[in-house]
């Protein structure tokens, strides 16, 4: 993976990795070389991002040896000073610095007061902000209109956003839900992150991706569905699964595994990529095996980022024709579920040259393995992507 080059700022994705190996006590040392940043650069984001919580100014040895108190064992009752690093306060830390640095008005003191003194009367008697510009030429010689009416946003005039023409016309930017992994341990996402995914296809083209993602029917359902992709193939099977269980989950995966064997598993399972959301929260866990052997490599998708696993995604888009949104999935069965993706995969994708991808499946893997995960042929003639609840 290419170094950060001059001048370019820490992502929040960085930002995951600092915490996951400060959780792991590693050192600066460390931390600069996986992210191959200069060890200042870890300095002051630790010095200006982390949070400070004020006690006595009493020297602490652990946090020199740790650098901050994320796993200390004393926190709970220690009355020094405490630091602690969160990827999300530390992002939002640095970006309002980044707009604070760069809000500051230009315009000389004398210059404000002025386009003050011919918008704000203008605007109080009616008129459009663009009327106003348009009739004092003057303006046009200080700044322009988009200027002063960023200026009224800031507050820097007497009058206010409300007061202005068609205010609800034009764009302003809103708080946006801030995007989080739903991970047991942070320290997970070392080596298992989007990026280092992307940076592990590209040297091993040769072998098989598969993505994983959820199905729910209703919000107050008890059972979900684990939808299994490969993205090469269109194929995608399901297993009936908990809502919202990651026990769940790795129980049927590994039981799946557990049934086709490690040698199998290497084969047609060596990259697993999943999204972030809570059945995934210890997705990592089915690298290994019953045998403590590591049999695949697991990985996540960006916060919030379908469009990083799309075929997965893709393909529900059939799945949908036969459970549709809105309808309870309580009743089904794993029986049921078979039989929905036994149609599925037996539907023609023009994409794949007019075949079908158990055709392409068992091509590749063999009928043994789609008799493992019960998909069987359907007759392309009888295949019905009709809703059965």
């Not at 006590?25 to 984001?45: D, F, M, Y």
């Not at 499946?361 to 992507?385: S, T």
Request: charged share 30%; proline share 3%.
């Amino acid at each position: 993976m290419k170094g950060k080059t001059k001048h370019s700022h820490l992502t929040i994705e960085d930002r995951m990795v600092i915490q996951a190996c400060l959780h792991d006590k590693r050192s600066i040392t460390q931390i600069a070389r996986r992210l191959e940043v200069n060890k200042s650069t870890l300095s002051r984001e630790l010095k200006r991002n982390a949070v400070v919580k004020p006690g006595t100014d009493i020297p602490c040895q652990i946090r020199d040896l740790c650098l901050v108190c994320n796993t200390c064992q004393k926190k709970g009752f220690c009355q020094r000073n405490k630091i602690y690093y969160n990827y999300i306060e530390a992002d939002k830390k640095a970006n309002l610095r980044k707009r604070q640095s760069r809000s500051k008005s230009k315009i000389a003191e004398a210059s404000l007061k002025m386009i003050d003194e011919i918008v704000s009367p203008g605007v109080k008697e009616g008129q459009s902000l663009h009327h106003v510009y348009v009739v004092n030429p003057l303006l046009e010689t200080i700044c322009a209109e988009r200027t002063i009416r960023r200026l009224c946003y800031r507050g820097s005039l007497a009058i206010r956003p409300y007061e202005l023409r068609r205010y609800a016309t034009y764009k302003r930017s809103y708080a946006k839900t801030e995007k989080e992994y739903a991970l047991r341990d942070i320290r997970v996402l070392i080596g298992r992150m989007f990026r280092d995914y992307l940076n592990y296809v590209r040297h091993h083209k040769t072998q098989h991706v598969t993505q994983y993602d959820s199905l729910i029917g209703k919000i107050a359902d008890r059972q979900a569905i684990l939808t299994i992709a490969f993205p090469k193939s269109s194929f995608q099977f399901g297993l009936l699964i908990k809502k919202g269980s990651s026990v769940s989950v790795n129980a049927h995966l590994k039981q799946l595994f557990s049934r086709l064997g490690s040698e199998t598993v290497k084969r047609i399972f060596p990259v697993n990529l999943a999204d972030n959301g809570v059945e995934f929260s210890s997705f990592n866990e089915i690298e290994i095996s019953e045998d403590g052997e590591k049999i695949c490599n697991c990985y996540f998708t960006n916060p919030y980022k379908a469009t990083d696993k799309a075929a997965c995604e893709r393909n529900h888009e059939l799945v949908r024709y036969v459970l549709p949104k809105g309808k309870s999935f309580d009743t089904l069965t794993q029986e049921t579920i078979d039989e929905v993706f036994s149609h599925v995969n037996s539907y023609v994708r023009k994409s794949k040259g007019d075949k079908t991808p158990y055709d392409i499946v068992r091509k590749q893997f063999g009928k043994a393995f789609l008799d493992a995960i019960n998909i069987r042929r359907i007759p392309k003639k009888k295949v019905r992507l009709r809703p059965i609840i």
